[in-house]
Protein backbone atom coordinates (compact mmCIF):
# COMPACT_ATOMS: atom_id res chain seq x y z
CA UNK A 1 0.00 0.00 0.00
CA UNK A 2 3.06 2.37 0.98
CA UNK A 3 5.14 0.84 -1.75
CA UNK A 4 5.82 4.01 -3.64
CA UNK A 5 7.04 6.16 -0.61
CA UNK A 6 10.68 6.87 -1.76
CA UNK A 7 13.89 6.55 0.51
CA UNK A 8 14.99 9.35 -0.65
CA UNK A 9 14.24 12.48 1.79
CA UNK A 10 13.35 15.99 0.03
CA UNK A 11 12.84 19.08 1.53
CA UNK A 12 8.74 19.69 2.28
CA UNK A 13 7.97 23.07 2.92
CA UNK A 14 3.92 23.74 2.64
CA UNK A 15 2.69 19.97 2.14
CA UNK A 16 2.19 17.25 5.01
CA UNK A 17 1.14 13.94 4.33
CA UNK A 18 -0.62 11.77 6.66
CA UNK A 19 0.29 14.55 9.78
CA UNK A 20 0.39 12.28 12.83
CA UNK A 21 -2.33 14.66 14.53
CA UNK A 22 -6.19 15.59 13.69
CA UNK A 23 -7.92 18.72 14.19
CA UNK A 24 -8.75 20.60 17.02
CA UNK A 25 -12.62 20.08 17.79
CA UNK A 26 -11.99 16.17 18.46
CA UNK A 27 -10.27 17.25 21.24
CA UNK A 28 -12.81 19.93 22.18
CA UNK A 29 -15.42 17.04 22.03
CA UNK A 30 -13.51 14.42 24.28
CA UNK A 31 -12.57 16.42 26.76
CA UNK A 32 -16.33 18.05 27.31
CA UNK A 33 -17.74 14.30 27.60
CA UNK A 34 -15.73 14.64 30.74
CA UNK A 35 -18.43 16.78 32.35
CA UNK A 36 -21.75 15.00 33.62
CA UNK A 37 -24.29 15.87 32.09
CA UNK A 38 -22.22 17.62 28.78
CA UNK A 39 -24.02 17.95 25.62
CA UNK A 40 -21.01 18.70 23.09
CA UNK A 41 -21.85 21.23 20.40
CA UNK A 42 -19.85 21.99 17.09
CA UNK A 43 -20.34 25.57 15.97
CA UNK A 44 -19.93 24.96 12.18
CA UNK A 45 -21.07 22.72 9.47
CA UNK A 46 -22.63 19.09 9.85
CA UNK A 47 -19.51 17.80 7.92
CA UNK A 48 -17.53 18.55 10.74
CA UNK A 49 -19.21 17.40 13.48
CA UNK A 50 -20.29 14.32 11.66
CA UNK A 51 -16.27 13.43 11.47
CA UNK A 52 -15.90 14.11 14.94
CA UNK A 53 -18.07 12.20 16.21
CA UNK A 54 -17.90 9.20 13.62
CA UNK A 55 -13.76 9.32 14.41
CA UNK A 56 -14.58 8.99 18.53
CA UNK A 57 -17.33 6.93 17.92
CA UNK A 58 -14.70 4.23 16.24
CA UNK A 59 -12.06 4.58 18.63
CA UNK A 60 -14.21 4.41 21.96
CA UNK A 61 -16.82 1.85 20.30
CA UNK A 62 -19.51 4.21 22.00
CA UNK A 63 -22.49 6.10 20.47
CA UNK A 64 -20.45 10.18 20.65
CA UNK A 65 -23.36 12.48 21.20
CA UNK A 66 -22.85 15.90 20.11
CA UNK A 67 -24.91 18.83 18.63
CA UNK A 68 -24.11 21.49 15.54
CA UNK A 69 -25.03 24.45 14.49
CA UNK A 70 -25.66 23.25 10.86
CA UNK A 71 -24.08 26.11 9.16
CA UNK A 72 -25.60 26.28 5.19
CA UNK A 73 -24.46 29.08 2.78
CA UNK A 74 -26.17 31.58 4.49
CA UNK A 75 -24.52 31.11 7.75
CA UNK A 76 -20.98 31.32 6.16
CA UNK A 77 -22.34 34.46 4.55
CA UNK A 78 -23.90 35.83 7.63
CA UNK A 79 -22.30 34.34 10.55
CA UNK A 80 -23.45 31.15 12.91
CA UNK A 81 -25.30 33.42 15.78
CA UNK A 82 -28.86 32.74 14.23
CA UNK A 83 -27.87 28.97 14.24
CA UNK A 84 -26.26 28.90 17.53
CA UNK A 85 -29.65 30.80 18.73
CA UNK A 86 -32.02 27.82 17.15
CA UNK A 87 -29.49 25.13 18.36
CA UNK A 88 -29.44 26.09 22.07
CA UNK A 89 -33.51 26.57 22.14
CA UNK A 90 -33.88 22.66 20.85
CA UNK A 91 -30.95 21.04 22.85
CA UNK A 92 -32.41 22.62 26.29
CA UNK A 93 -35.94 21.83 25.27
CA UNK A 94 -34.94 18.22 23.52
CA UNK A 95 -31.92 17.17 25.57
CA UNK A 96 -32.11 18.93 28.68
CA UNK A 97 -28.30 18.93 29.09
CA UNK A 98 -26.87 20.61 32.42
CA UNK A 99 -23.80 21.98 30.20
CA UNK A 100 -23.77 22.39 26.42
CA UNK A 101 -19.91 23.01 25.16
CA UNK A 102 -19.18 24.85 22.32
CA UNK A 103 -16.64 24.91 20.06
CA UNK A 104 -15.56 26.18 16.81
CA UNK A 105 -14.60 24.95 13.55
CA UNK A 106 -12.41 26.08 10.59
CA UNK A 107 -15.48 27.92 9.25
CA UNK A 108 -17.11 29.83 12.70
CA UNK A 109 -13.61 30.79 13.22
CA UNK A 110 -12.77 32.10 9.58
CA UNK A 111 -16.24 33.62 10.06
CA UNK A 112 -15.13 35.41 12.57
CA UNK A 113 -18.07 34.95 15.19
CA UNK A 114 -17.82 35.91 19.01
CA UNK A 115 -18.79 33.50 21.04
CA UNK A 116 -19.11 34.66 24.53
CA UNK A 117 -21.30 37.46 22.87
CA UNK A 118 -23.81 34.78 21.36
CA UNK A 119 -24.16 33.17 24.33
CA UNK A 120 -24.48 35.99 26.16
CA UNK A 121 -27.16 37.64 24.69
CA UNK A 122 -28.81 34.23 24.94
CA UNK A 123 -28.66 33.87 28.24
CA UNK A 124 -30.01 37.69 28.66
CA UNK A 125 -32.82 36.54 25.56
CA UNK A 126 -33.91 33.52 28.17
CA UNK A 127 -32.56 30.98 25.78
CA UNK A 128 -30.59 28.92 28.38
CA UNK A 129 -32.93 28.36 30.98
CA UNK A 130 -31.47 28.77 35.51
CA UNK A 131 -29.06 26.61 36.44
CA UNK A 132 -27.69 25.42 33.33
CA UNK A 133 -24.78 26.50 31.47
CA UNK A 134 -22.94 27.08 27.92
CA UNK A 135 -19.17 27.48 28.17
CA UNK A 136 -17.50 27.39 24.85
CA UNK A 137 -13.87 27.55 23.66
CA UNK A 138 -11.98 28.37 20.08
CA UNK A 139 -10.44 25.78 18.20
CA UNK A 140 -9.74 26.63 14.50
CA UNK A 141 -7.98 23.35 13.26
CA UNK A 142 -5.42 25.32 11.13
CA UNK A 143 -3.23 25.29 13.89
CA UNK A 144 -2.62 22.92 16.83
CA UNK A 145 -3.94 19.82 16.57
CA UNK A 146 -6.81 17.74 18.81
CA UNK A 147 -4.40 18.09 21.63
CA UNK A 148 -4.93 21.62 21.36
CA UNK A 149 -8.47 21.49 20.82
CA UNK A 150 -8.02 19.17 24.39
CA UNK A 151 -6.16 22.13 26.26
CA UNK A 152 -8.43 24.63 25.19
CA UNK A 153 -11.95 23.37 26.58
CA UNK A 154 -10.11 22.06 29.67
CA UNK A 155 -9.07 25.90 30.03
CA UNK A 156 -12.52 27.13 28.98
CA UNK A 157 -13.80 24.58 32.00
CA UNK A 158 -11.27 26.55 34.48
CA UNK A 159 -12.45 30.16 32.76
CA UNK A 160 -16.27 29.54 33.22
CA UNK A 161 -16.53 27.10 36.18
CA UNK A 162 -13.34 27.33 38.91
CA UNK A 163 -14.35 29.84 41.93
CA UNK A 164 -12.51 30.84 45.03
CA UNK A 165 -13.92 32.39 48.17
CA UNK A 166 -11.02 32.90 49.76
CA UNK A 167 -10.37 29.13 51.56
CA UNK A 168 -8.33 26.24 50.48
CA UNK A 169 -9.36 22.93 51.09
CA UNK A 170 -7.99 19.77 51.61
CA UNK A 171 -8.31 19.43 47.94
CA UNK A 172 -5.87 18.55 45.00
CA UNK A 173 -6.73 19.13 41.46
CA UNK A 174 -5.23 16.57 38.42
CA UNK A 175 -5.97 17.45 35.52
CA UNK A 176 -4.89 13.87 33.37
CA UNK A 177 -4.39 14.93 29.43
CA UNK A 178 -5.73 13.07 26.73
CA UNK A 179 -5.82 9.64 27.96
CA UNK A 180 -8.09 7.34 27.83
CA UNK A 181 -11.01 6.54 30.09
CA UNK A 182 -9.56 3.81 31.45
CA UNK A 183 -6.32 6.30 32.42
CA UNK A 184 -8.89 8.25 33.84
CA UNK A 185 -9.99 5.70 35.77
CA UNK A 186 -6.63 4.90 37.31
CA UNK A 187 -5.50 8.26 38.08
CA UNK A 188 -8.13 8.68 40.20
CA UNK A 189 -7.63 5.05 41.71
CA UNK A 190 -3.89 5.41 42.69
CA UNK A 191 -4.87 9.13 43.97
CA UNK A 192 -7.35 7.58 46.29
CA UNK A 193 -4.96 4.75 47.24
CA UNK A 194 -2.52 7.73 48.11
CA UNK A 195 -4.77 9.29 50.45
CA UNK A 196 -5.43 12.13 48.06
CA UNK A 197 -8.98 13.49 48.00
CA UNK A 198 -8.86 14.46 44.03
CA UNK A 199 -11.16 16.54 41.54
CA UNK A 200 -10.02 15.24 38.36
CA UNK A 201 -11.24 17.46 35.44
CA UNK A 202 -12.32 16.28 32.60
CA UNK A 203 -12.70 12.72 33.77
CA UNK A 204 -14.33 10.52 30.79
CA UNK A 205 -14.36 7.23 32.61
CA UNK A 206 -17.94 5.99 33.48
CA UNK A 207 -19.11 8.27 30.70
CA UNK A 208 -16.89 6.39 27.15
CA UNK A 209 -16.40 3.04 29.17
CA UNK A 210 -19.97 3.17 30.20
CA UNK A 211 -21.18 -0.26 31.01
CA UNK A 212 -24.32 -2.11 28.84
CA UNK A 213 -27.69 -1.08 30.58
CA UNK A 214 -30.05 -2.47 27.71
CA UNK A 215 -31.12 1.56 27.63
CA UNK A 216 -29.93 4.82 26.16
CA UNK A 217 -28.34 6.96 28.89
CA UNK A 218 -27.97 10.24 27.07
CA UNK A 219 -25.79 11.29 30.05
CA UNK A 220 -24.29 8.53 31.63
CA UNK A 221 -22.92 8.86 35.27
CA UNK A 222 -19.53 9.50 34.85
CA UNK A 223 -18.03 13.10 34.25
CA UNK A 224 -16.67 15.88 36.64
CA UNK A 225 -19.56 17.45 37.78
CA UNK A 226 -20.05 21.41 37.80
CA UNK A 227 -20.18 21.48 41.69
CA UNK A 228 -16.74 20.20 41.55
CA UNK A 229 -15.20 21.95 38.55
CA UNK A 230 -16.51 24.90 40.70
CA UNK A 231 -14.73 23.22 43.71
CA UNK A 232 -11.44 23.40 42.08
CA UNK A 233 -10.60 26.98 42.38
CA UNK A 234 -10.72 26.42 46.03
CA UNK A 235 -8.25 23.30 46.02
CA UNK A 236 -4.83 23.40 48.06
CA UNK A 237 -2.87 22.39 44.47
CA UNK A 238 -2.98 21.39 40.94
CA UNK A 239 -1.48 18.60 39.26
CA UNK A 240 -1.31 19.26 35.19
CA UNK A 241 0.06 15.95 33.78
CA UNK A 242 1.26 16.44 30.49
CA UNK A 243 2.42 20.27 29.55
CA UNK A 244 0.65 20.12 26.27
CA UNK A 245 -2.61 19.04 26.89
CA UNK A 246 -2.84 20.50 30.76
CA UNK A 247 -0.52 22.86 31.41
CA UNK A 248 -2.94 25.86 30.17
CA UNK A 249 -5.71 25.21 32.14
CA UNK A 250 -3.53 24.87 35.36
CA UNK A 251 -2.06 28.30 34.31
CA UNK A 252 -5.35 30.04 34.04
CA UNK A 253 -6.48 28.14 37.52
CA UNK A 254 -3.44 29.57 38.97
CA UNK A 255 -4.19 33.15 37.15
CA UNK A 256 -8.02 33.61 38.02
CA UNK A 257 -7.98 31.27 41.58
CA UNK A 258 -4.28 31.14 43.16
CA UNK A 259 -3.90 27.76 42.73
CA UNK A 260 -0.43 26.67 42.41
CA UNK A 261 0.14 23.82 40.04
CA UNK A 262 3.23 21.16 39.79
CA UNK A 263 3.65 20.03 35.88
CA UNK A 264 4.29 16.67 35.35
CA UNK A 265 4.97 14.20 33.12
CA UNK A 266 1.50 11.38 32.31
CA UNK A 267 2.59 8.59 34.39
CA UNK A 268 3.51 6.13 31.64
CA UNK A 269 6.13 4.00 32.21
CA UNK A 270 8.36 3.54 35.32
CA UNK A 271 9.84 6.67 35.66
CA UNK A 272 6.94 8.91 34.90
CA UNK A 273 4.97 6.87 37.36
CA UNK A 274 7.50 7.12 39.88
CA UNK A 275 7.72 10.80 39.94
CA UNK A 276 3.77 11.37 39.78
CA UNK A 277 3.64 8.68 43.40
CA UNK A 278 6.41 11.21 44.53
CA UNK A 279 4.39 13.85 43.98
CA UNK A 280 1.68 12.24 45.93
CA UNK A 281 4.13 11.40 48.59
CA UNK A 282 5.11 14.90 48.62
CA UNK A 283 1.58 16.44 49.23
CA UNK A 284 0.11 13.92 52.14
CA UNK A 285 3.77 12.96 53.83
CA UNK A 286 2.32 9.23 53.75
CA UNK A 287 4.46 6.63 52.30
CA UNK A 288 2.76 4.60 49.30
CA UNK A 289 0.45 1.64 50.59
CA UNK A 290 1.85 -2.32 49.59
CA UNK A 291 -0.80 -2.74 46.44
CA UNK A 292 0.93 0.47 44.82
CA UNK A 293 4.61 -0.64 45.89
CA UNK A 294 3.94 -4.55 45.17
CA UNK A 295 2.50 -3.35 41.73
CA UNK A 296 5.82 -1.19 40.91
CA UNK A 297 7.57 -4.49 41.78
CA UNK A 298 5.96 -6.37 39.24
CA UNK A 299 6.56 -3.86 36.75
CA UNK A 300 10.46 -4.54 37.76
CA UNK A 301 10.11 -8.00 37.91
CA UNK A 302 8.75 -8.11 34.33
CA UNK A 303 11.44 -5.54 32.50
CA UNK A 304 13.99 -7.65 34.43
CA UNK A 305 12.95 -10.44 33.14
CA UNK A 306 12.10 -9.69 29.92
CA UNK A 307 15.37 -7.87 29.00
CA UNK A 308 17.25 -10.08 26.79
CA UNK A 309 14.38 -9.33 24.19
CA UNK A 310 14.14 -5.72 24.84
CA UNK A 311 17.32 -4.55 25.01
CA UNK A 312 19.02 -2.96 22.06
CA UNK A 313 15.87 -2.86 20.25
CA UNK A 314 15.87 0.11 17.70
CA UNK A 315 12.09 1.85 18.38
CA UNK A 316 10.21 4.24 15.77
CA UNK A 317 7.59 6.09 17.97
CA UNK A 318 4.64 8.76 16.78
CA UNK A 319 1.67 10.47 18.41
CA UNK A 320 0.99 13.00 21.25
CA UNK A 321 3.40 14.51 22.69
CA UNK A 322 2.97 13.84 26.06
CA UNK A 323 1.97 10.69 25.26
CA UNK A 324 5.29 10.12 23.60
CA UNK A 325 7.52 11.99 25.95
CA UNK A 326 7.01 9.47 28.36
CA UNK A 327 6.84 6.49 26.35
CA UNK A 328 10.32 7.67 25.14
CA UNK A 329 11.54 7.61 28.28
CA UNK A 330 10.01 3.95 29.01
CA UNK A 331 11.41 2.47 26.48
CA UNK A 332 14.54 4.02 27.34
CA UNK A 333 14.23 2.52 30.24
CA UNK A 334 13.54 -0.90 29.15
CA UNK A 335 17.22 -0.65 27.62
CA UNK A 336 15.49 0.11 23.90
CA UNK A 337 16.79 2.83 21.90
CA UNK A 338 14.10 5.38 20.28
CA UNK A 339 15.64 6.28 17.34
CA UNK A 340 12.85 7.97 15.39
CA UNK A 341 10.80 10.53 17.33
CA UNK A 342 7.45 12.03 15.30
CA UNK A 343 4.35 14.08 16.68
CA UNK A 344 2.07 15.61 14.31
CA UNK A 345 1.33 18.87 17.13
CA UNK A 346 3.45 21.58 16.77
CA UNK A 347 5.63 22.61 19.42
CA UNK A 348 9.46 22.60 19.35
CA UNK A 349 9.69 22.27 23.08
CA UNK A 350 8.74 18.43 22.46
CA UNK A 351 11.90 18.40 20.08
CA UNK A 352 13.97 19.85 23.00
CA UNK A 353 12.15 17.19 25.62
CA UNK A 354 12.81 13.97 23.86
CA UNK A 355 16.68 15.06 22.71
CA UNK A 356 17.07 16.09 26.43
CA UNK A 357 15.75 12.50 27.55
CA UNK A 358 18.04 11.15 25.21
CA UNK A 359 21.38 13.04 24.95
CA UNK A 360 23.00 10.03 26.74
CA UNK A 361 21.70 6.72 24.95
CA UNK A 362 20.45 7.73 21.48
CA UNK A 363 21.78 11.29 21.04
CA UNK A 364 21.79 11.10 17.19
CA UNK A 365 17.58 10.46 17.48
CA UNK A 366 15.63 11.43 14.99
CA UNK A 367 12.99 13.99 16.45
CA UNK A 368 10.30 15.68 14.77
CA UNK A 369 7.29 18.03 15.53
CA UNK A 370 4.55 19.10 13.58
CA UNK A 371 5.51 15.84 11.45
CA UNK A 372 3.75 13.66 9.23
CA UNK A 373 4.05 9.56 8.59
CA UNK A 374 5.56 9.95 5.43
CA UNK A 375 8.53 11.04 7.08
CA UNK A 376 8.28 8.66 9.59
CA UNK A 377 8.32 5.93 6.91
CA UNK A 378 11.07 7.37 5.17
CA UNK A 379 13.37 7.50 8.34
CA UNK A 380 12.08 3.74 8.99
CA UNK A 381 13.62 2.63 5.58
CA UNK A 382 16.65 4.64 5.76
CA UNK A 383 17.81 3.44 9.31
CA UNK A 384 15.27 0.10 9.92
CA UNK A 385 13.60 -0.49 13.19
CA UNK A 386 12.28 -3.79 15.46
CA UNK A 387 9.16 -1.90 16.86
CA UNK A 388 7.14 0.53 15.64
CA UNK A 389 4.29 1.74 18.65
CA UNK A 390 1.79 4.68 17.55
CA UNK A 391 -1.46 4.89 16.66
CA UNK A 392 -3.81 2.75 14.21
CA UNK A 393 -2.57 4.73 11.30
CA UNK A 394 1.03 2.88 12.24
CA UNK A 395 -0.12 -0.24 10.58
CA UNK A 396 0.37 0.98 6.72
CA UNK A 397 3.75 1.00 7.82
CA UNK A 398 4.44 -1.62 9.42
CA UNK A 399 2.50 -3.74 7.02
CA UNK A 400 4.72 -2.06 4.13
CA UNK A 401 7.83 -2.38 6.47
CA UNK A 402 6.86 -5.69 7.89
CA UNK A 403 7.51 -4.38 11.28
CA UNK A 404 5.93 -5.40 14.79
CA UNK A 405 3.62 -3.09 15.46
CA UNK A 406 2.42 -2.05 19.01
CA UNK A 407 -1.07 0.13 18.86
CA UNK A 408 -0.58 3.09 21.01
CA UNK A 409 -1.99 6.16 21.79
CA UNK A 410 -5.15 8.57 19.55
CA UNK A 411 -6.85 7.04 17.59
CA UNK A 412 -7.29 3.33 17.70
CA UNK A 413 -9.80 2.52 15.24
CA UNK A 414 -8.91 -1.71 14.42
CA UNK A 415 -8.71 -3.21 18.35
CA UNK A 416 -10.43 -2.98 21.53
CA UNK A 417 -9.41 -2.60 25.20
CA UNK A 418 -7.67 0.63 25.02
CA UNK A 419 -10.35 2.52 26.93
CA UNK A 420 -11.07 -0.23 29.56
CA UNK A 421 -7.02 -0.87 30.41
CA UNK A 422 -4.90 2.10 31.43
CA UNK A 423 -1.71 2.42 30.20
CA UNK A 424 -1.18 4.69 33.32
CA UNK A 425 0.55 4.00 36.07
CA UNK A 426 2.12 0.48 37.03
CA UNK A 427 -0.58 -0.85 35.92
CA UNK A 428 -0.32 0.43 32.95
CA UNK A 429 3.45 0.05 32.49
CA UNK A 430 2.46 -3.75 32.75
CA UNK A 431 0.05 -3.76 30.18
CA UNK A 432 2.60 -2.20 27.53
CA UNK A 433 5.27 -4.42 28.61
CA UNK A 434 2.83 -7.48 27.73
CA UNK A 435 2.34 -5.77 24.35
CA UNK A 436 5.68 -4.90 23.69
CA UNK A 437 7.32 -8.09 24.46
CA UNK A 438 4.08 -10.01 22.74
CA UNK A 439 4.53 -8.14 19.53
CA UNK A 440 8.85 -8.89 19.50
CA UNK A 441 8.23 -12.35 20.15
CA UNK A 442 4.79 -13.15 17.51
CA UNK A 443 7.37 -11.84 15.49
CA UNK A 444 10.40 -14.12 16.72
CA UNK A 445 8.18 -17.47 16.46
CA UNK A 446 7.38 -16.02 12.78
CA UNK A 447 11.11 -16.19 11.74
CA UNK A 448 12.75 -18.43 13.37
CA UNK A 449 13.96 -21.65 11.79
CA UNK A 450 12.22 -25.18 12.97
CA UNK A 451 15.64 -25.45 15.51
CA UNK A 452 15.21 -22.64 16.99
CA UNK A 453 11.26 -22.40 17.25
CA UNK A 454 11.37 -22.83 21.53
CA UNK A 455 8.34 -23.89 23.17
CA UNK A 456 9.66 -21.89 26.42
CA UNK A 457 10.75 -18.74 25.97
S1 LIG B 1 -13.16 21.91 8.35
FE1 LIG B 1 -11.71 22.18 10.06
S2 LIG B 1 -12.87 21.65 11.90
FE2 LIG B 1 -14.02 20.83 10.16
S3 LIG B 1 -13.28 18.70 9.97
FE3 LIG B 1 -12.03 19.98 8.60
S4 LIG B 1 -10.21 20.51 9.81
FE4 LIG B 1 -11.79 19.80 11.25
Avoid at 183 to 190: A, F, P, S, V
Avoid at 326 to 352: A, C, N, Q, W, Y
Avoid at 356 to 372: E, G, H, I, M, Y
Avoid at 438 to 457: C, Q, S, W
Wanted: glycine share 8%.
Amino acid sequence: MLDLTPKEITKRKALRINPAKTCQPIGAMYASLGIHGCLPHSHGSQGCCAYHRSHLTRHYKEPIMAATSSFTEGAAVFGGGANLRQALKTMFTVYDPEVVAVHTTCLSETIGDDLPSLIKKAAEDGIIPKGKTVIHTNTPSFVGSHVTGFSNMTRSMVRYFSRENGETRELINIIPGYVEPSDMREIKRLSAEMGIKSVVFPDTSDVLDAPQRGRLELYPKGGVTTKELRDTGEAAATLALGGFASEDAAIELERKCGVSYELLDLPIGISATDRFIQAAIDITGKEPPASITDDRGRVVDIMTDMLQYLYGRKVALFGDPDHLISMTEFVKDLGMKPVHVITGTPGKKFERRIKALLKDTVPDVNVRSAADLFLMHQWIKNSPVDLLIGNVYGKYIARAEDIPFVRFGFPILDRIGHSYFPTVGYAGAMRLLEKMVGAILDRKDRDDPDEHFELVM
